[in-house]
């Protein structure tokens, strides 16, 4: 059984992160240090790192630093040990050398565990025994958008405010797109950073991801930002890069294939063996092997391996290499390969009536060959159906692990409010949810098992870094449960990087 957080703690975490409000007392070398209004125990993450706190992340604060204003306003420093910029109530140190961060999408840590029993990926086991390793959790919904936006703004998603691909306009009665960047309610580590004079470069394997991810990053400052898939068009102008597929030196990959991910991290690697290297990477993947395959597929064993020789790569050019996922996965199937899929649309429409219940599949997007739109988790919102009669009759169907109102859901999933549905229903580690049957076309799967993500049977994911933690991080991580959004705080902050 793997171990699922029922009670998941992540309102906890908001309410402290909405509650930063820190009050500031001088720190060893004359500057502002955080400590917390409140309790010694909720403090800023990164405040013990010598943690300076200033404004909104476009000031930079550091002992010994030369700091000069840009006509953009920002105060650019020459980086030293302790120079830092806050976000969502956050100090991250500035890097001196470069920093990968890798989100491996749907990597579940049954995959490394099988590879890693194959023998299959030496650097990621040595990482994960001479630097940090420990099993975090995803934010819920498990999906690609609000966990990637999690991770580049520290935050959950009541503060980034992507909590799927699609909401429900109650308005208009349209299901709205989720993944614009105009809809990001928070900066991204990428936009400070960069305006902080921290070089960056964020790599994404689908373009819409790059479009949220890229928000604020000015790209004429040497900042770079496209995606593998379509690598083929990058500007100067909209990505900081002209030819990038020259630049990498490989033809364009496959939307649907393991060198779409591959793309991404060798693309990266091109960068850190550049004579002057960027300090902060972000190479976020896609999640075509694991829907595809299960962790003992030889053609997932390949991708491991193939990941842990850039991952090896990108350490030996000297980078601190930290490998988190977005989510994990589970096969769907029964044992005789057939779907388990709850169509709840057809439930609640043969229940209360057509129209009287409208169910949205968050994890719709223009790529569904591979899970046909169907996830872990959908929201309802409900018309002539009495909510706590909807709720009732939900809990009762099988396949269905959790029902949660409005308020219960984005309380404990730390969830925008106002884009939630009047409910959320979650299905079994075993179950996939969907709308009606006809709405979901399953051709592109090939008759191949059905595995997919979005609830709380697929929220575990890795939490590596491939040097030692501080003792001040080791504590904290064995203190506190981890999230993958975490993994900046803990690369930048907690890692001895020299
Ligand atoms: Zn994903």
Redesign the pocket.
């Known amino acids: 059984m793997r171990g699922v957080d029922r009670e998941a703690g992540d309102t906890a975490q908001l309410h402290a992160a909405l509650d930063r409000s820190p009050l500031q007392e001088p720190g060893a070398c004359g500057h502002t240090r955080a400590k917390d209004q409140n309790d010694g125990n909720r403090r800023p993450a990164g405040s013990g790192a010598h943690a300076a706190i200033v404004e909104t992340g476009n000031h930079v604060v550091g002992c010994d630093s030369k700091a000069t204003m840009t006509r953009t306003g920002t105060t650019l420093i020459q980086p030293c040990e302790s120079a830092t910029v806050e976000l969502n109530g956050v100090a991250y140190r500035l890097p001196d050398a470069p920093v990968a961060v890798v989100c491996v999408?749907?990597g579940d840590p049954e995959y490394l565990a099988a590879a890693r029993a194959a023998g299959l990926i030496p650097a990621i086991t040595r990482f994960m025994q001479d630097g940090f390793s420990a099993t975090a959790h995803s934010v819920i919904p498990s999906?690609?958008g609000p966990n990637n936006l999690s991770i580049v703004t520290g935050a959950p998603p009541a503060v980034h405010g992507i909590s799927g691909n699609f909401y429900l306009d109650r308005q208009s009665g349209r299901a709205v797109e989720m993944t614009g960047p105009e809809l990001l309610r928070s900066r991204t580590i990428f936009d400070v950073m960069a305006k902080a004079g921290v070089r960056t470069v964020v790599i994404t394997a689908k373009d819409k991801l790059r479009r949220q991810l890229g928000r604020g990053l000015d790209l004429s400052a040497g900042n770079v930002c496209f995606s593998s898939q379509h690598a083929g068009r990058c500007t100067a102008a909209e990505h900081g890069i002209d030819g990038a597929l020259d630049f990498v030196g490989q033809p364009l990959p496959d939307v649907y294939s393991a060198d779409l991910s591959l793309f991404v991290l060798d693309a990266g690697i091109r960068f850190l063996e550049t004579d002057d290297p960027p300090r902060l990477l972000y190479l976020t993947l896609t999640?075509y092997v694991q829907h595809t395959f299960a962790p003992d597929h030889p053609r997932a064993l390949d991708f491991y391996r193939a990941l842990d020789r850039r991952l090896a790569r990108m350490e030996r050019l000297g980078a601190t290499v930290a490998v988190t996922a977005?989510?994990g996965m589970r096969d769907k199937c029964a044992a005789d390969g057939s779907y388990r899929i709850v169509y709840l649309q057809d439930l609640l429409d043969e229940r209360f009536g057509a129209g009287a219940a409208r169910v949205i599949c968050p994890i719709t997007d223009a790529f569904v060959a591979h899970h046909g739109s169907l996830g872990s988790f959908v929201r309802v919102y409900c018309f002539a159906a009495p909510v706590r009669d909807a709720i009732g009759f939900m809990r009762s169907i099988d396949g269905i692990e959790l029902v949660l109102d409005r308020e219960q859901a984005a309380a404990r999933f730390a969830l925008p409010f106002d884009v939630e549905g009047d409910a959320v229903a979650i299905s079994t580690a075993s179950h996939c949810i969907g709308m009606r049957r006809g709405d979901h076309d399953l051709t592109g799967l090939h008759g191949a098992r059905l595995r997919t993500h979005g609830g709380l049977a697929e929220q575990e994911v890795p939490f590596i870094i491939s040097r030692p933690l501080k003792a001040e991080y080791r504590t904290r991580a064995a203190a506190q449960p981890l999230r993958n959004y975490h993994i900046f705080d803990f690369a930048l902050n907690g890692s001895n990087l020299s």
């Open positions: 999408d749907g999906f690609t999640d977005d989510h």
